[in-house]
């Protein structure tokens, strides 16, 4: 990659450290070693030359190459580290001395941009900066808020960079991508005499590829209980009392009576307590091979021999007596199926741009002021074309249908209504959208498929045929099934009847990152030192997602003559997908009125910190200094989500705009670097985002002829959660540190330094949320936290080093769970019920993680550059926050203002149109009669430990013949060896909450990175590898307010990982001239695919991806 040769001596601040000129590769190793040997606390550094030079895309790859590091990649680049185990949450980053977070976005619609503490390095070029530190045991003098590091970056200062100008220019070349990428950077330093001085810096790139995989999410769709055609209600029923046994799931058995209400053994019946007197529906319903249903399927719970129930008393226990198959204690089926398997291609283009400047000017000899700034902006634009099953995953039954006519009678076309979406236009207020349902250009989609005077649709016959394309999964057919060895999950599915899905899913983003720092030191004696500082960051980030998508519909044998088939048996990366008919021809596919989708979102991500600092030492004696300070820093955090206020599914088709599938779709190449199993396609048709918004406006925010497009971010017709996707938070913390540092003390014949010192630190906090209909909630909290730590380095002789550290550390929670919003609920709606609430919702309570830290380790400097070095740690975890479900009254969950915010709601819609609303009254009176409610919130909960030990090995190969090329050869080597255990909640109900150990995510048990490198007279070349095994990488699978198996909101409370990964890049350089280097730099060399897999005792791929080779080749000019 480009880079800035700084050949300088980057820590020339580091008191203690010489300045001094360096060049080439193997004096920044050396380097680099006098600082991690020089310094009392525990730090590993790459110099400039380092940053330069390693064949590196960003900063994070660059610091992958320090020991204990690991990166996790997005679109085929690093963007977050792992320090010792531990992820971009527990690691503080610093800029100039600054903490800082810069937040990047999302490559799909549907996600939010990063909304955590972790530290997005894909936003900045390494060319940037002069220098990388990573500090791995703390210190009272340094920044809290870390478990895992405090990782510091500098950008270049004048009087270190003395006179210079570099520029650097290079094209990037992807093995999938387009063949023109420029790279560009530049350097700028000039002193005045010794009084003043000045550098300015920046850094051009842009990344134009794509990336081609399968993948699938795991979660809650995976189980095919949820959604069932009458869902059970377990939850609402008093203690130890049944509900009835319910279908889900696929069609029925072939076979199955249209007729579930004769006799006492219901279920031999489709629906359960239903008699389906439309034939075709019934059909429709059925027709599944008896074992394959068998194999995945089941009804709702195993039959349970009880006495005293009765089937029309709601399930509840009553004096008669009826067949012991008519109710069930037991959960839904939990088989594991493919719900939504999908073929990826994504589009990428990165552009990024990055400026720095400083200025230095000292006052007199004692006096020094410094100003830094430094500016980034990056866009990323990501299109995924995507082609999956999406029937799967739904289930849109009717009860309408099971005693549809095909009458062209008024009336009983009309009674079909109730099929089909529909839009209200409630009265809009500060917290709730007014909507606008339809336009000149769209019909009503009960209109559309109802009215033969629009000419659509015909009759009655033409509306039941279109909401029985809709049904989803349990009109699709299980010709065969089988499960693996455990019985878990579905290895293999043969399907007839199933829904498909072809999406354009777009997110383009732009993140903007501003820091400014003035900072003064000041020599009033020769013992006695102060410095100050002011800082300003700001960082923004402003992402847009477009979704839209065509259908084609109830595919079946009878149509193509052959079958959906899905089949995992052959092992591999991926399964095979074969679809039963050409997706490849757009004739296939078409925009379905009342299912497809067009979606519009955007989220808004902003956060700032300001930061003023003092600290002062005095030198006690030659050999003590006692170092004393307050830091006031304060962070602010606020993000916003707006999306359609109309359901996303109310929107114009193909016929009303009078466009062809081929005008609004494209072909899509599919496979790039993938091992493709046979029968996968090669291209399919998906839609033109640009043809879309041409034709629709869908993103105008705005009203046009083919609807109502506008954005909301509160309460409204499309989803009652966006409101608690708005919120903010700020924190302000205080710190207070008095720290001594002791040199060269005198011990059993050697030598010990080392530091020993207190942080106290309070934190307050204030939040801002909302309620579910836009209400808005605040809260406020408060901790604090007294946080010592020792530093000590014995040095035995010249040449070895034994250090040991402790100290006591906090890492603060994620922002998203402390904000008072409530995301999710549900009351119950049925007189006189006592049980069955849900919510989820944040706390701002929460406290941080607090830990306890150990390090002990062994340095031998047993020649110039060279290093064997080996460090064991240990940090022992306490109130780790996690989300859990638990049980209590209403008020043990939600405050005072919460409860009477919610009562207001359900009580101010008690009457609508004055008409009594019966399930808001009874939701009223559910509320405040303080009814028990099931919460998912997280909570401080278990700890862990984290235990490890890190061997590092540094040396120029001296012994190296001649006629191999001599001294220029080394190497530079580094292995870390984790072992890792938290306490998470790994099965909640409301009575009961089971804990199991788990690896901490992102924890690798083995990672090593190892550079051999030649540097000689006139070029120069390394090549590196960076490996990591497994790592757990979600926890849950998926958030939920229910128990598995009863409830359509399940917490999924599995694990995902990524599989062993090993990068190998490559990096040339070549002096034309005193002025002039070649470079090449080759990353990627293998085609490391992206794998990640889901469901720990029964492992699923969701992921398989490749993004290919990298080469950048160019010229770097020195002045």
């Known amino acids: 990659m480009s880079a800035l040769l700084i050949g300088s001596a980057a820590f020339a601040q580091e008191e203690g450290i010489e300045t001094v000129t360096v060049t080439g590769y193997r004096a920044s190793l050396e380097k680099s070693l006098d600082l991690k040997r020089s310094t009392n606390e525990m730090i590993d550094a790459i110099s400039a030359e380092d940053v330069g030079k390693f064949p590196d895309s960003n900063l994070a790859e660059s610091l992958q190459r320090l020991p204990g590091v690991a990166v996790d990649r997005d679109n085929g680049e690093g963007r977050s580290i792992t320090v010792r185990g531990l992820g971009s949450n527990f690691t503080r980053v610093t800029l100039n001395g600054l903490q800082a977070l810069s937040t990047a976005g999302a490559s799909d619609s549907g996600t939010a941009p990063n909304r955590d503490r972790g530290f997005d390095f894909n936003t900045f070029a390494s060319e940037l900066f002069s220098s990388l530190k990573v500090q791995k045991s703390a210190s009272a003098a340094t920044e809290d808020g870390s478990l895992g590091a405090t990782v510091s970056l500098e950008t270049p200062h004048a009087f270190d960079m003395g006179d210079k100008a570099i520029l650097s220019m290079q094209n990037a070349w992807y093995e999938n991508g387009k063949p023109f990428n420029p790279r560009f950077a530049g350097l700028v330093s000039h002193n005045f005499g010794e009084k003043f001085g000045v550098v300015l810096s920046g850094a051009y790139t842009i990344k134009n590829t794509f990336i081609d995989s399968y993948g699938r999410n795991p979660g809650q769709s995976d189980f095919t209980y949820r959604q069932a055609t009458f869902t059970p209600d377990y939850k609402s029923l008093p203690a130890g009392s049944y509900s009835i046994r319910q279908r889900s799931g696929f069609a029925a058995p072939t076979g199955t009576s249209c007729n579930g209400v004769s006799g006492n053994k219901i279920l031999n019946g489709i629906i359960p307590g239903n008699n389906i007197s439309y034939q075709p529906y019934c059909d429709l319903l059925r027709g599944s091979d008896s074992a394959a249903y068998n194999a995945v399927e089941s009804t709702i719970g195993t039959p349970v021999t009880v006495t005293a129930k009765n089937s029309t008393s709601g399930g509840k226990v009553s004096t008669s007596t009826s067949s012991a198959f008519d109710y069930t204690q037991a959960g839904g089926s939990q088989v594991i199926i493919p719900s939504l398997p999908t073929l990826n291609h994504q589009q990428l283009y990165v552009q990024r741009i990055g400026l720095t400047g400083g200025a230095q000017y000292q006052v007199d000899d004692n006096t020094l002021v410094s100003f830094d700034a430094l500016y980034s902006t990056s866009y990323q634009n990501s299109i995924n074309y995507q082609v999956s099953p999406i029937g799967l995953n739904r289930n849109n039954t009717k009860k309408e249908l099971i005693t549809a006519k095909t009458s062209t009678n008024a009336a009983d076309i009309a009674a079909l209504g109730g099929m089909f979406t529909t839009c209200s236009v409630p009265t809009g207020t500060a917290d709730q959208a007014q909507v606008s349902c339809y336009g000149p250009k769209q019909l009503a989609p009960i209109d559309y498929y109802t009215n033969p005077a629009y000419g659509f649709r015909a009759n009655g016959a033409d509306a039941i045929a279109a909401a029985m394309s809709f049904v989803g999964r349990p009109s699709t057919k299980l010709i065969s099934a089988s499960t693996g060895s455990n019985g878990l999950a579905a290895n293999k599915l043969v399907l007839d009847n199933v829904d498909f899905r072809s999406g354009a899913d777009q997110a383009y983003y732009t993140v903007e990152f501003t820091q400014m720092s003035l900072n003064a030191t000041h020599k009033f004696s020769s013992r006695l030192r102060a410095d100050a500082t002011l800082g300003w960051s700001h960082s923004r980030n402003h992402q847009t997602g477009l979704l839209a998508e065509v259908n084609h519909m109830d595919n079946s044998y009878a149509q193509s003559g052959q079958y959906f088939t899905w089949d995992d048996t052959q092992g591999g990366d991926m399964p095979t997908m074969q679809f039963g008919f050409d997706v490849a021809n757009p004739a296939n596919w078409t925009m379905v009125k009342n299912y497809s989708a067009l979606r519009h979102m955007e989220y808004y991500t902003d956060n700032k910190y300001r930061t003023a600092s003092i600290n002062g030492e005095y030198d006690i004696t030659d050999w003590m200094t006692l170092r004393a300070g307050f830091q006031s820093r304060i962070f602010d955090f606020n993000t916003a989500y707006y999306q359609r206020a109309m359901k996303d599914v109310i929107n114009p088709n193909f016929q009303e705009a009078g466009v062809t599938t081929a005008q609004m779709t494209q072909s899509i190449e599919f496979g790039s670097g993938l091992s493709l199993p046979t029968g996968t396609p090669t291209s399919f048709i998906a839609p033109n985002l640009t043809a879309f918004r041409n034709t629709f406006g869908f993103d105008c925010n705005c009203i046009n002829d083919y609807g109502d497009w506008r954005i909301w971010n509160k309460f409204n017709a499309a989803s009652t959660g966006t409101a608690g996707q708005t919120y903010n938070v700020s924190e302000h913390v205080k710190a207070y540190y008095m720290q001594g540092d002791f040199q060269e003390i005198p011990l059993f014949g050697n030598t010990l330094r080392g530091n020993l010192g207190a942080r106290f630190v309070t934190t307050e906090i204030k939040s801002l949320g909302h309620a579910l209909q836009g209400q808005p909630l605040s809260a406020n909290s408060s901790y604090n936290d007294f946080l010592p730590s020792v530093n000590l380095a014995y040095s035995l002789g010249d040449d070895m080093v034994i ?162 090329g001599g001294k220029g050869f080394g190497v530079n080597a580094n292995y870390t060896k984790l072992y890792s255990k938290m306490h998470y909640v790994v099965n909640a109900t409301q009575t009961a909450t089971l804990y199991g150990d788990a690896p901490w995510n992102g924890a690798s048990p083995d990672a090593w990175n190892a550079t051999l490198y030649y540097d000689g007279p006139n070029w120069s070349a390394r090549i590196s590898g960076a490996f990591r095994s497994k790592y757990l990488t979600t926890y849950p699978v998926a ?42 730099d080759a990353l990627n060399l293998t085609n490391q695919a992206d794998r990640r897999w889901a469901y720990q005792n029964s492992p699923q791929t969701t992921k398989y991806a490749s993004s290919g080779r990298q080469v950048f080749l160019g010229f770097r000019l020195k002045y």
């Not at 290093?867 to 240990?874: E, L, Q, S």
């Not at 009223?924 to 009814?931: R, S, T």
């Not at 409370?1053 to 890049?1065: A, I, P, R």
């Open 803 to 964: 250090r040991a550290a402790a100290s006591k550390v906090i890492a603060r929670p994620s922002l998203q769970y402390m904000a008072p919003s409530i995301t999710a609920m549900t009351i119950p709606t049925s007189t006189g019920a006592t049980t069955g609430a849900t919510v989820s919702i944040g706390n701002p309570n929460l406290k941080p993680y607090r830990a306890k830290t150990a390090d002990l380790g062994w340095e031998w400097y047993f020649g110039k550059g060279a290093m064997i070095a080996v460090t064991g740690f240990a940090k022992w975890v306490s109130a780790a926050p996690q989300v859990v479900v638990s049980s209590g009254a209403i008020s043990d969950f939600l405050t005072p203002d919460q409860i009477a915010l919610v009562q207001q709601y359900y009580t101010d819609n008690s009457v609508v149109g004055g008409v009594t609303q019966a399930n808001n009254v009874a939701a009223a009176a559910y509320i405040a009669g303080n009814g028990q409610m099931a919460a998912t919130q997280a909570r401080n909960g278990g700890g862990g430990v984290l235990e490890g030990l890190e061997i590092t090995y540094q040396q120029p190969l001296d012994f190296v013949p001649a006629v191999f």
């Open 1039 to 1080: 958030g939920g307010s229910d128990q598995l198996g009863y409830g359509d909101s399940p917490l999924v409370q599995d694990f995902g990982y990524s599989k062993n990964t090993l990068n190998v890049d490559f990096s040339a350089n070549y002096d034309i001239s005193e002025n002039m280097d070649m470079t090449l």
